[in-house]
């Protein structure tokens, strides 16, 4: 095709009105692309423009509700032979507890489990013949005097002297209202949240602005003045009276420039 022919048809386009309205359609739909360019940088700008924190407060408090458990044993060569022994060590326990400065409605006895030990012959194996009976039952103490139960735990395998055949189970410690506890510790874990997100946004010359979203962590009740960093965190000791509780809280907020 030659130069002019070329020449001529470009100039029919331009000052045709069909040249006018496509060079228009270009031009706006330039401006549109350019116009969803920005907006889609003021989406992104806002998203990112959040800050996420976490928020930690602790409390020393000290357990108000105590429990223990001791099993007693007893062993005969017939069942009212073992019975009445088990009886004896139950009434002398309830007096050892009693003695301890527990009330008779702080003191559960439970039901008693009977296991038949059978004869067996010089090969080992084992016959029909009912040989002895054991018989076991627990016994629950539950109250709020914590100090006389750990003392409880600690005094009562004295009765082993006397041939009663007892094992005492560790003591428990237990909070009786965590709850009421917990509302102020959360709330303690949300203001220090608040002062980290504001030492943050301060740095980089920003306000903190409205809260966007909050979760809670794990409430921990742990030993006094430990913490549980370990990739599975206990949550509720029970072991201690003197313990330390601590929340954690998860708080995103936006940020004002």
Request: aromatic fraction near 8%; hydrophobic fraction near 40%.
């Amino acid at each position: 095709m030659s130069d002019a022919s070329t020449s001529g048809r470009l100039r029919w386009f331009a000052s045709s009105g069909f040249g006018m309205f496509t060079l228009g359609v270009a031009i706006a739909l330039g401006f549109a692309y350019a116009a969803q360019s920005v907006s889609r940088a003021m989406i992104t700008m806002r998203t990112a423009s959040t800050i996420k924190v976490k928020g930690t407060a602790s409390i020393d408090v000290d357990a108000d509700q105590g429990a223990w458990q001791a099993t007693l044993t007893a062993r005969g060569a017939t069942l009212p032979e073992a019975y009445g022994k088990l009886t004896s060590s139950l009434q002398r326990l309830q007096k050892f507890i009693a003695d301890s400065g527990f009330k008779p409605e702080e003191v559960t006895p439970n039901a008693v489990e009977t296991q038949m030990v059978y004869a067996k012959d010089l090969k080992g194996n084992q016959l029909s013949r009912v040989e002895s009976y054991v018989l076991t039952q627990a016994v629950w103490v539950s109250s709020p005097k914590v100090q006389e139960v750990k003392k409880l735990s600690e005094q009562a395998t004295e009765l082993i002297k006397e041939g009663i055949e007892i094992r005492s189970g560790g003591p428990q410690f237990m909070l009786s209202k965590p709850d009421a506890v917990k509302a102020n510790l959360l709330a303690e874990a949300t203001k220090n949240a608040f002062e980290r997100a504001n030492t943050l946004a301060k740095g980089s010359g920003a306000t903190v602005g409205a809260l966007q979203s909050a979760s809670q962590g794990l409430i921990q009740i742990l030993p006094r003045g430990m913490v549980d960093n370990s990739e599975y965190p206990r949550d509720y000791d029970i072991t201690t009276i003197a313990k330390t509780m601590r929340a954690v809280v998860s708080l995103e907020y936006a940020v004002e420039r």
